[in-house]
T-cell receptor, first 113, second 111 residues
């Protein structure tokens, strides 16, 4: 079945540091890939997505590129801020489903001033 | 603006009680979902509904049931709550695009 593996946290960075959160996946067909973010005390919200190989999703300074050859969708940001502190979830929607998202376990990011 | 609301942010129940968690969306979305979120396990799908009165089991439906009598409302029911159902419960809805919109969550504690 479909699965998502993302790097274990927690990740602690200083403000303006470079961020990478690794995400790899296993899926049948041609999945769509997502990063969701959960700020403290809130539900998840979509951060970015990519629907086909070599697509790059971007939002709020975050980027991720859909790499079919390495089955990866790593999240990056060049300069993190304290307000980026949150839990980040990588997810996929398998090619055979219109509905179901499969999530990774989440990575807690803490950014210190 | 998109809005998914859940009836309670925090809930404390006793073992054996029947528990109702309510979710309402105002976007006229066809699809609605219930997940539970546990540390180290991420989000796991309990049930989803793709239309009124239609439902499908997710990955962990045991011990839960759902009801969707109106398009905007999707209820999760714990028939007889147990301590291993202590968790954060997240509702989401989805329209014709790929994006799921989440509510703020209900943190349920079963004593």
């Amino acid at each position: 079945g479909d699965s998502v593996t993302q790097m274990e946290g927690p990740v602690t960075l200083s403000e303006e540091a470079f961020l990478t959160i690794n995400c790899t996946y296993t899926a049948t067909g041609y999945p769509s890939l997502f990063w969701y973010v959960q700020y403290p005390g809130e539900g998840l919200q979509l951060l970015l997505k990519a629907t086909k190989a070599d697509d790059k999703g971007s939002n709020k300074g975050f980027e991720a590129t859909y790499r079919k050859e390495t089955t990866s969708f790593h999240l990056e940001k060049g300069s993190v801020q304290v307000s980026d502190s949150a839990v980040y979830f990588c997810a996929l929607r398998g090619g055979g489903s219109n509905y179901k998202l499969t999530f990774g376990k989440g990575t807690l990011l803490t950014v210190n001033p | 603006d998109v809005k998914v609301t859940q009836s309670s942010r925090y809930l404390v129940k006793r073992t054996g009680e029947k528990v109702f968690l309510e979710c309402v969306q105002d976007m006229d979305h066809e699809n609605m979902f219930w997940y539970r979120q546990d540390p180290g396990l991420g989000l796991r799908l309990i049930y989803f509904s793709y239309d009124v009165k239609m439902k499908e089991k997710g990955d962990i439906p045991e011990g839960y049931s759902v009801s969707r009598e109106k398009k905007e409302r999707f209820s999760l029911i714990l028939e007889s709550a147990s301590t291993n159902q202590t968790s954060m419960y997240l509702c989401a809805s989805k329209g014709s695009t790929d994006t799921q919109y989440f509510g703020p969550g209900t943190r349920l504690t079963v004593l």
